[in-house]
T-cell receptor, first 111, second 115 residues
């Protein structure tokens, strides 16, 4: 079955550490996105990529980095520069205004 | 500027009641798309509907119906005869970027359906 796989489901980060969240899709979608969700808030766009080897900053890109070396993969790195990284992270993909397909999310906690 | 407002933070109903979730949007574009997503406790967002700005016909899918009114910039979602399984957070979203599929989300409405 086609879909998006995010891993890990839960992730714990120590202060000052970089961590990488994985997102893989087998839907053959061109565009991929990373959103952050905080309690009681909507989804805020971190980064997006419309084609391989190209990506753009979203509304809250500071402290995050991404890469898009393959169509299927769009990993997100939460760097030590992100001062408040505890949140729920959702990856999505889309094609031609058809709406997003979302992954099941990664819950990141700073310990 | 684009914006999606879901003024209802939380709604509680008893099973079999009808419930309407409000969504008001702002955009300067004449071509845009509106979406509704459901987020159950598991966390994954599930696509419910997409509507483009040129199609104002209301849509019904089982117990779900959507009322799109351009005159009031609203895209409301009604669940008829609610069930406990409908308990979730529901998000309305807008896409009006000509070059990308970027979505702008509202803050969501948490629906709790009690037996």
């Amino acid at each position: 079955d086609g879909g998006i796989t995010q891993s890990p489901k839960y992730l714990f980060r120590k202060e000052g550490q970089n961590v990488t969240l994985s997102c893989e899709q087998n839907l053959n979608h061109d565009a991929m996105y990373w959103y952050r969700q905080d309690p009681g808030q909507g989804l805020r766009l971190i980064y997006y990529s419309q084609i391989v080897n190209d990506f753009q900053k979203g509304d809250i890109a500071e402290g995050y980095s991404v890469s898009r070396e393959k169509k299927e993969s769009f990993p997100l790195t939460v760097t030590s520069a992100q001062k408040n990284p505890t949140a729920f992270y959702l990856c999505a993909s889309s094609m031609d205004r058809g709406g997003y397909t979302f992954g099941s999310g990664t819950r990141l906690t700073v310990v | 500027a684009q914006k999606v407002t879901q003024a209802q933070t939380e709604i509680s109903v008893v099973e079999k009641e009808d419930v309407t979730l409000d969504c008001v949007y702002e955009t300067r574009d004449t071509t845009y798309y509106l979406f509704w997503y459901k987020q159950p406790p598991s966390g994954e967002l599930v696509f419910l509907i997409r509507r483009n700005s040129f199609d104002e016909q209301n849509e019904i899918s089982g117990r779900y119906s959507w009322n799109f009114q351009k005159s009031t910039s609203s895209f409301n979602f009604t669940i008829t005869a609610s069930q406990v399984v409908d308990s979730a957070v529901y998000f309305c979203a807008l896409s009006d970027d000509d070059n990308t599929d970027k979505l702008i989300f509202g803050t969501g409405t948490r629906l709790q359906v009690f037996p």
